[in-house]
């Protein structure tokens, strides 16, 4: 079975352009992350779905950061405008089930910088 | 504020040794618990977790859960190369409506095992 699938794999934009990062989990998967990773902060959760509903996004940076979850097959951060210090690792993650805290797993991250 | 500590290392073991990774957190409410392996430029992947007091032994890992103490650690025996990586340290709470599917993770320790 494929994993979660993250594109593109690396992306390199200027200063004020739209960067969207998308992301497919994993089929039958109820709830989808997106990660944050840099040296100095870790690895942090910006926000996650629930059967495509938005629960927290309480760690979304700013509103120059949005997020969606079309349908369960799909979801996309993206970031309008782009600044350097949003230069990171994003990662998806899905995981099957509710209650208890269950296996997340990753997609292979799309590592963006911006110039 | 939920936190998750780890020493960030590096922790330099040789190999065939025993390599003992801690990790301690604030949240007494905490439930599970989990060990994420991620190797240079890859992503997290889940190697253990564990839900309850004591000891879980999975081949060579064992995790160590103390709650009243609020420390996980993690032992790999018969360390090798292959293990170098950093290794994540995560914990969930459930709170209130959240099923329980977000974790905090703890910065992460890189380990290195010599030849």
């Known amino acids: 079975d494929a994993g979660v699938i993250q594109s593109p794999r690396h992306e390199v934009t200027e200063m004020g352009q739209e960067v969207t990062l998308r992301c497919k989990p994993i089929?039958?998967?109820?709830?989808l992350f997106w990660y944050r990773q840099t040296m100095m902060r870790g690895l942090e959760l910006l926000i996650y779905?629930?059967?495509?509903?938005?629960?927290?996004d309480s760690g979304m940076p700013e509103d120059r950061f949005s997020a969606k979850m079309p349908n369960a097959s799909f979801s996309t951060l993206k970031i309008q405008p782009s600044e350097p210090r949003d230069s990171a690792v994003y990662f998806c993650?899905?995981?099957?089930?509710?209650?208890?805290?269950?296996?997340?797993?990753f997609g292979p991250g799309t590592r963006l910088t911006v110039l | 504020q939920k936190e998750v500590e780890q020493n960030s290392g590096p922790l330099s073991v040789p190999e065939g040794a025993i390599a003992s990774l801690n990790c301690t957190y604030s949240d007494r409410g905490s439930q599970s618990f989990f060990w994420y392996r991620q190797y240079s430029g890859k992503s997290p992947e889940l190697i253990m977790s564990i839900y309850s007091n004591g000891d879980k032994e999975d081949g060579r890992f064992t995790a160590q859960l103390n709650k009243a103490s609020q420390y996980v650690s993690l032992l790999i025996r018969d360390s090798q190369p292959s293990d170098s990586a950093t290794y994540l340290c995560?914990?969930?709470?459930?709170?209130?409506?959240?099923?329980?599917?977000?974790?905090?993770f703890g910065g992460g320790t890189r380990l290195m095992v010599k030849p």
């Open positions: 993650a899905s995981s099957p089930a509710g209650g208890l805290a269950d296996t997340q797993y």
């Open positions: 995560a914990v969930n709470v459930p709170e209130g409506n959240n099923a329980g599917n977000m974790l905090t």
């Open positions: 089929s039958g998967h109820d709830y």
């Open positions: 779905f629930n059967n495509n509903v938005p629960i927290d």
